[in-house]
């Protein structure tokens, strides 16, 4: 069984740091391409960043791009995403999800979501 819990989201203020962390388990975590997606009310999923676990390739949305870096953990099937020089336009409820992207992975694959509010 496929599970994805993330945690580490919270309240920061503008300019401030967050790390997300997604741990993974229930499948070869090696083998799939992790996605960190993001969703605010009344709007569609928005594609972050992807790793390609195997290689570890990234790709970022140009909204997060030189802010935003994912990285994994292969030994702790753990994904992460470290968020610096926040801004409120990143307030969202972030997923991580297994697949690649963009866009958006299906929904079969997704976790819980953790909170990020940037706010002052």
């Known amino acids: 069984q496929v599970q994805l819990v993330e945690s580490g989201g919270g309240l920061v203020q503008p300019g401030g740091s967050l790390r997300l962390s997604c741990a993974a388990s229930?499948?070869?975590?090696?083998?799939?391409?992790m996605t960190w997606v993001r969703q605010t009310p009344g709007k569609g999923p928005e594609w972050v960043s992807t790793?390609?676990?195997?290689?570890?390739?990234?790709t970022y949305a140009d909204s997060v791009k030189g802010r935003f870096t994912i990285s994994i953990d292969n030994a702790k099937n753990t994904l992460y995403l470290q968020m610096n020089s926040l801004k409120p336009e990143d307030t969202a409820l972030y997923y991580c999800?297994?697949?690649?992207?963009?866009?958006?992975?299906?929904?079969?694959?997704w976790g819980q979501g953790t909170q990020v509010t940037v706010s002052s």
């Open positions: 999800t297994r697949g690649g992207g963009p866009p958006p992975p299906l929904r079969r694959y």
């Open positions: 229930g499948f070869t975590f090696n083998s799939y391409y």
């Open positions: 790793i390609a676990t195997g290689g570890g390739t990234t």
